[in-house]
């Protein structure tokens, strides 16, 4: 009796898998740089080319770098999202606009407003290369000390930025 | 005013499909004639209104009307017009409504040829094609309308993706789903005979034709598939291990143990429990293979357009389809008994043995597919499985397979004697590894491998000419050679030509794997490269116009010895609308070998890329997998499955009696 109760046993073991699967994202693939320092760059500003700017000079403050381009779809549906983020004054928002031709990008910004206190200018995408960008937009917040921890890849949402960024950046900005 | 008109013939076949599961099974149960009787005419309703349905989005996509959205994203104006018919099944809606309208096809033609099953029986089956019918409307209905309007219409549509605007992709969903369909006969089949209580040869008899129908569509289905892959996407290769191309094998190599074990069943009454349970996980894996390509589970080239609303709904249907029929089973299979008894040695031994290899196989197959997921649901981490995994357990598995398939037809049922096949067998054997050691060496060089791989496939051929010259020999003297030869049964032939099919794959499976070549080079108008023989030369490239495209073509004539073999026009395009580029190989195709030479980039004003390659026996493969279903449709086809829909239905009921 019990070696025909095998198949529907496997069977259940199977749907609950497949169930658990379809809240995976077989695509997502998780940041090795969790935990890590920020990779070093120095980048022209996307509004000033002759600055300059550096992760370096953010030490000690919590700070969200943006991934962003003109040419990026989903970037327009989070970009409320990171407006309302930047106007309340939680935490800075820096953008790093990828792999974008100067004008498109300065047009971009001022057609849909610009929550970045600065954004830079990542032409060539090598920047986006270390930090592991593979599809934009992506959003890192760092810390203090310049260790990343925490990587959102795809836009984000007022649910997200409510339940993972903002306690986030309340609790690194107490240590 | 059509995309409504086939929204509600939508409505209408669910409601029909609804009347005829439930009619057929509850009538069974209760023993009501009328509603039984009652079952049909509301399957061949479902298929008048299904049609109706399909009708409605074909004539959509012909007259470009792209207020539908689902005309909107797969087609395009500039699109021909065969292929705005077959983007009718180009995305995800579309072909749930295909995957419906072949259901409703299937069942129609099972109401057409059950008129020999007793009347219980043929509601059953009815019933449960029915049911499954309905749950696939209703996913249609709530999560995939292909007649949803998208309102402002777009000037234009999103076109067909280009790698399906060719004929071998046409051709591949259609195979495909019939196979996948079909399996839900013998399904059906097994459900009614678990309800029924009531399984034994004439069941068997009734489930073969269709199954091996099935079958059959399905070898086509997937061998259109590989060889579309070999010739389209520019790389030269046939069979990924994609999640997808797993998602229809599995099917295939549970649906080939299924026919094997229905001969068993019919012949001998043994393997009831493994016949139907075969019968539900080949129909199961189907469902599954729907599921895979459609959730978002898996990643895979071939993936549809995901939405978890859809996967639940799928999800919910396996459950009930498969997690029903799988209880049904426990509950009834007990009852279902032993058939007759066998020796360790004997046909139904090495049949027995051949089920368990092909559900070792298809098991590994779905641990392989469904593992990366498995490890990232436990949180250990990403990763994929492909060819290593696959190739290293699934040929070991079909190297006794195809010892067997050489050995089994021979064996005598009940009880085989070993000296009695060795000795039938020993000019097989001695042909077999005669091929196994000279061949390689013809084709160049000896390997190990590929010896096997000649050493299997040619003992496979060389004793299905020992079963066609025994069935001749051993016939009434007196008579001629081509009389007895017609007094094969068909059925006979069918497994034969199978087999032979089997053995033609895996030769070109070997050859290809064990002596292809290929060279990637940068060449300039008149540089010439020598691959196997052959002299490739490159003479440049032209922009040319297709309907919907821009591309550049190639010239690359190809001479063997001073002498022309062919002239060769690689392309590279791109389609407009999606801006999409594509290389479209060139090919010249040959009996023992293919020329394959694709387009890569340019690296400078004149100089390319170019990729030749060299194929042995490569269309070996698609022959013998055509061989295959030519068996299948020959063995489906023997005059006795029709013989016996004349018998009257009462023997059935005295022998159900005893």
């Known amino acids: 009796m019990t070696r025909f109760a095998i198949p529907i046993a496997i069977f259940v073991a199977l749907l609950a898998l497949l169930g658990i699967g379809l809240k995976l994202d077989p695509r997502e693939v998780p940041s090795p740089l969790i935990g890590k320092p920020a990779p070093h760059f120095e980048l022209p500003e996307l509004h000033q080319a002759a600055r300059t700017f550096s992760e370096r000079d953010m030490l000690g403050k919590v700070w969200v770098l943006n991934v962003w ?7 327009r549906e989070e970009h409320p999202v990171l407006l309302d983020l930047a106007a309340s004054g939680a935490v800075p928002v820096y953008g790093l606009n990828y792999k974008d031709r100067r004008e498109d990008g300065l047009a971009w910004l001022k057609g849909m ?13 090598r920047v986006g290369i270390d930090y592991g960008v593979y599809g934009v937009p992506e959003t890192y917040v760092i810390d203090k000390s310049g260790i990343i921890r925490y990587k959102r890849i795809g836009p984000l949402t007022p649910e997200i930025v409510k339940e993972k960024l903002l306690p986030l950046v309340r609790e690194l900005d107490r240590a | 005013m059509i995309p ?21 099974l509850i009538g069974a149960a209760r023993g009501e004639n009328v509603w039984m009787a009652a079952t049909r005419p509301a399957a061949r309703g479902q298929f008048v209104f299904v049609a109706i349905a399909f009708a409605c989005l074909t004539t959509s996509f012909i007259h470009n009307d792209f207020t539908v959205a689902y005309v909107a994203t797969n087609s395009n104006s500039a699109l021909p017009l065969q292929y705005r018919v077959a983007g ?7 072909s749930m409504l295909l995957w419906v309208l072949m259901l409703s096809v299937w069942t129609c033609g099972v109401t057409l040829f059950s008129r020999h099953l007793p009347q219980e029986m043929a509601a059953r089956v009815l019933g449960v094609m029915g049911l499954v019918s309905a749950g696939f409307l209703l996913f249609i209905l709530f999560t995939s309308n292909p007649f949803v309007r998208i309102f402002p219409a777009p000037a234009d549509g999103r076109d067909l993706n280009p790698l399906l605007q060719d004929p071998g992709m046409v051709m591949h969903p259609p195979m495909l789903y019939m196979g996948y369909v079909g ?3 013998a399904f059906a089949f097994a459900v009614a005979a678990l309800l029924s209580g009531r399984l034994d040869a004439a069941w068997a008899r009734w489930s073969r034709p269709w199954t091996t129908a099935a079958w059959s569509f399905l070898t086509v289905g997937i061998a259109l598939g590989s060889g579309w892959a070999y010739y389209e996407l520019g790389w030269g290769g046939w069979w990924f291990w994609d999640p997808v191309e797993n998602a229809s094998f599995m099917p295939w190599l549970t649906g080939t143990a299924l026919i094997h074990s229905l001969a068993v069943t019919e012949k001998r009454g043994a393997f009831r429990s493994w016949t139907v349970l075969l019968a539900i996980l080949a129909f199961a894996l189907s469902l599954l293979g729907t599921f895979l390509v459609r959730s978002g589970v898996l990643t895979s080239v071939h993936a549809f357009a995901t939405d978890p609303t859809r996967g639940i709904f799928i999800l919910a249907l396996l459950a009930l389809v498969i997690g029903g029929s799988l209880l049904l089973y426990v509950w009834r299979a007990p009852k279902i008994g032993l058939g007759g008894g066998f020796e360790p040695l004997s046909r139904e031994s090495f049949l027995l043995a051949n089920n368990v290899i092909f559900a070792a196989a298809a098991g590994s197959v779905l641990l392989g597919t469904l593992y990366p997921l498995a490890l990232d649901a436990s949180g250990l981490g990403k990763i994929s499985v492909g060819p290593p995994y696959f190739e290293t357990v699934f040929v070991p598995l079909m190297a006794p397979a195809l010892f067997l398939m050489g050995v089994g037809p021979l064996a005598r049922w009940k009880k085989a004697s070993l000296p009695d096949l060795a000795s039938r067998l020993r000019w097989a054997l001695a042909a077999a590894v005669l091929a196994a050691l000279a061949l390689p060496f013809a084709m160049g060089r ?18 299905g000419f020992v079963q066609l010259y025994e069935k001749v020999r051993n016939a009434a003297s007196g008579v001629s050679a081509w009389t007895r030869l017609q007094a094969v049964p068909r059925a006979t032939y069918g497994m034969l030509l199978a087999h032979f099919g089997v053995a033609v794959f895996v030769v070109g499976v070997t050859l290809v794997k064990g002596y292809e070549s290929e060279k990637d080079v940068r060449m300039e108008p008149g540089d010439t490269v020598e691959l196997g023989g052959y002299t490739f030369r490159f003479d440049g490239v032209r922009d040319v116009k297709g309907p919907n495209y821009v591309a550049g073509r190639a010239q690359i004539p190809v001479t063997r010895d001073g002498k022309p073999v062919a002239m060769l026009y690689p392309e590279k395009r791109i389609y407009r609308v999606q801006n999409q580029p594509m290389t479209e190989a060139a090919i010249d195709t040959g009996f023992t070998r293919d020329l394959y030479v694709s387009l890569g980039d340019a690296v400078s004003d004149t100089a390319w890329v170019i990729r030749v390659h060299h194929k042995p026996f490569i269309d070996w493969i698609w022959g013998g997998c055509l061989l295959m279903a030519l068996g299948g449709v020959l063995a489906a086809s023997d005059r006795r499955y029709r013989l016996a829909a004349r018998r009257p239905r009462e023997e059935y009921a005295v022998a159900a009696a005893r």
């Open chain 1, 113 to 125: 407003g610009d929550p970045y206190k600065i954004s830079i200018f990542d032409f060539d995408g």
């Open chain 2, 88 to 94: 009718v099944w180009g995305g995800h809606e579309g």
């Open chain 2, 446 to 463: 000896w390997g190990v491998m590929v010896a096997l791989g000649v050493l299997l496939a040619a003992w496979v051929a060389a004793s």
């Open chain 2, 183 to 185: 399996f839900s006969i």
């Open chain 1, 69 to 75: 381009a003109s040419w990026c779809v989903s970037c």
């Open chain 2, 4 to 24: 409504e008109l086939g929204q509600l013939a939508l409505a209408l076949g669910l409601a029909l499909a609804l009347a005829q599961g439930l009619l057929g």
